[in-house]
């Protein structure tokens, strides 16, 4: 009988039909949203508790800390009671109400401040006192190790080793710098894009980082290009995907989707496999699918 951390990774893939323009190309969504905590954050979160724990970072009575903008601080949360240990997240006051409840069923205090920079500020500095454990998913190599471990050798089996392109949002980084680094050594052409929002766009799970906050686990060198999401173009397809192909998720699945997409059309042929980051019940609250 398998345990709810068993059941973490190996989620299906499936493929978007109606809205795919160019019948040469395949575009696959991998339902990261089917992981037991309810996205892609699940796998980074086991990774990098789990690992800590074994090289003795993690010491008996330490409470772990993280900033979070959502479904980080909800695998967190729900890992870190099977592991026995006392959390604290940090997330923007502007994310949704969803999040902030669930986070705190796992047993988890949550503090909300004021924006995603101010929560990284705080968890550095209380994480730097004594009986704390810092995770730093933007600086931990364990987030997008877990990646590599798993998330691209899933994609290039379930493809056949057929890939010819990965696109994912982008946040922390993790998924599409530990995913490329797998997907690379299997086949050095296959292409990988990042999705960022334009200036002056909001979307969640999908930043646009200020120098001084780029995640250190970012290597540029590991995406071939990146493309850049307007807030409404993300909106309306995460709309479309559920009304259409009947996969429920946020935003920034909706981006990573619209991308995908656009460099269908670029192609002559190919088998594109884009991240679905999440399931769209988190966003109910939000104007989503309002």
Known sequence: MAGIIDLIGN?????????NPNPNVHIYAKLEGNNPGGSVKDRASLNMIRSAIERGEIKPGMRLIEATSGNTGIALAMIARLFDLEIELIMPSSSTRERTLTMEAFGAKVTLLENMEVCRDYAEEKGATDG??????????????????????????????????????????????????YLKEQNSDIQIVGCQPEENSSIPGIRRWPEAYLPKIYDPARVDRVMDISETEATLMARE????????AGMSTGGACSAAIRLAKELTEGTIV?????????YLSSELFG
């Open 274 to 282: 884009f991240i679905a980051c999440d399931r769209g019940d988190r």
């Open 241 to 248: 995907l559920a009304k259409v192909e009947g996969v429920f």
């Open 11 to 19: 989620t299906p893939m499936v493929e978007i039909t109606k809205l």
């Open 132 to 181: 704390y454990f810092l995770l730093n998913q933007f600086a931990n190599e364990d987030n997008y190790l877990a990646h590599y471990k798993t998330t691209g050798p899933e994609i290039w089996n379930d493809t056949q080793g057929g890939i010819t392109h990965f696109v994912s949002a982008m946040g922390t980084t993790g998924t599409i710098m530990g995913t490329s680094k």
